[in-house]
């Protein structure tokens, strides 16, 4: 677990709490599995909800390298794109564009899958809410790929930490396989979560993840 989180992350967590973006209890996810938390961006959906995510997410793009453009994949990855470019202008004066797809191809006016900067030639940072299997994350590359542009990361909101698919790996490590090593990030990860669990003294909450971690997590 990391030793600390930093002020964007522990503010994450409380907006999301405070909203039911971020809920401990049992779910179960598109996997199959059953999870002792769920994450749900879109109920991050007011002003200073989505300020707090904007600014998370502009903090952990801060260090990274050069990109022209942030690709938010439809439907939960477009307003995420849409907010962060914002921020990251406002807060680091980094002006870059941005591109989305959408779900089904427009057969009038412009046309396409497309949307927004043109991506050939550019260098492409994928954005997302939560990567659990990385199928959307994995289409996600192909789209930017097929439109000329270079996929330079991707960040998400939250990583699960989990094995994949063969549960030989994870589902962070499948996708690197695609985008290249070392280039996937997050705001916040499962440890993080569980070490905010640990301060605020919320045992049951805390040993359900802690089972699910040995059953899931990644221990690379």
């Not at 994949?164 to 985008?179: F, H, K, L, M």
Request: overall charge neutral; glycine content about 12%; aromatic content about 6%.
């Amino acid at each position: 677990m990391a030793a600390t989180l930093s002020a964007s992350q522990a503010s994450l967590i409380t907006h999301a709490m405070s909203v039911g973006a971020l809920k401990f209890g049992s779910f179960t996810l598109k996997s199959g599995r059953q999870s002792p938390y769920f994450f749900n961006s879109s109920l991050l959906s007011s002003g200073s909800t989505l300020s707090v995510l904007a600014t998370a997410l502009a903090d952990t793009l801060a260090d990274v390298g050069d990109f022209d453009i942030l690709f938010g994949p439809a439907y939960k990855g477009i307003p995420l794109g849409a907010i962060t470019v914002v921020k990251l202008f406002e807060k680091y004066g980094r002006d870059v564009g941005m591109a989305y797809d959408r779900k089904e191809a427009k057969d009038h006016g412009e046309g396409g899958m497309l949307v927004g900067v043109p991506m050939a030639g550019k260098k492409v940072v994928i954005v997302d809410d939560v990567m659990t299997s990385g199928k959307a994350i994995r289409g996600a590359i192909d789209a930017v790929r097929s439109a000329g542009g270079e996929v330079v990361g991707v960040v998400q909101c939250l990583d699960r930490e989990e094995v994949g698919r063969d549960e030989g790996t994870s589902t962070v490590r499948e996708v690197e396989e695609v985008a290249g090593r070392g280039k996937v990030r997050a705001i916040l990860k499962m440890r993080d979560l569980m070490r905010w669990l640990e301060n605020e003294g919320k045992t049951q909450e805390l040993d359900d993840m802690k089972g699910y971690w040995e059953r899931y997590g990644i221990k690379d």
